[in-house]
């Protein structure tokens, strides 16, 4: 997984399309990776979550690439499915929710001992709490660079609630996560 990210980053590396909002958009990458680094010894997560990991950082590496406003597959959607924009930053955001909820229930469960029957919603709760603060620290990055790259950084395509959308899609993305937890018949896998 990290030959793979390690992969990812140096191709996305190559020509991204706005190369001070791909440095800006990589830092979550990079305190992320970093603090999993860090903590692995003291908290291993499960392959599951390390995979979960793996996919949603993937994805936002893409964004990152190419500013999730002018992702191409976000582009053929909205052609596709008759979108008034690029939809590829909310695909991200409601991943965020369904990919991280899991390894959030896993770190209240084993390192906050939290019991099983509080986990499901104090995950959906957590990545409620992130999302918000996500769009915060967004908010006032953006207002700290110039303009242009503000405007990028954000990404807002001109909808004045672009920042409760993500954050409501990434709750909606954790719920259902948690609910296919919660009722998977694979028990021994959750």
């Not at 190419?66 to 690029?86: C, D, H, I, K, M």
């Not at 906050?112 to 409620?128: C, E, H, I, N, P």
């Not at 609630?161 to 998977?184: E, N, P, T």
Request: net charge positive.
């Amino acid at each position: 997984m990290v030959l793979w990210l390690a992969a990812l980053w140096v191709f996305t590396a190559i020509a991204p399309r706005y190369p001070r909002d791909w440095l800006l958009e990589n830092l979550l990458v990079f305190a992320a990776c970093g603090l999993l680094a860090l903590t692995y010894r003291r908290f291993a997560f499960s392959n599951l979550s390390y995979g979960l990991f793996t996919v949603f950082l993937s994805l936002h590496l893409v964004g990152a690439h190419y500013t999730y406003a002018e992702v191409p597959l976000g582009f053929w959607l909205q052609r596709a499915l008759g979108l008034s924009r690029n939809h590829y930053d909310r695909i991200v955001h409601f991943a965020f929710g369904l990919l991280l909820a899991y390894p959030l229930r896993e770190l209240l469960l084993r390192g906050g001992g939290l019991r099983r029957s509080w986990s499901y919603g104090m995950a959906v709760v957590t990545v409620a709490g992130l999302s918000g603060g996500y769009e915060v620290i967004e908010a006032v990055a953006a207002m700290l660079v110039e303009p242009q790259l503000g405007v990028a950084y954000l990404g807002t395509q001109g909808d004045m609630w672009d920042a409760q959308k993500d954050s409501l899609l990434a709750i909606f993305g954790a719920a259902l996560a948690m609910l296919c937890v919660r009722f998977c018949p694979w028990k021994r896998f959750v």
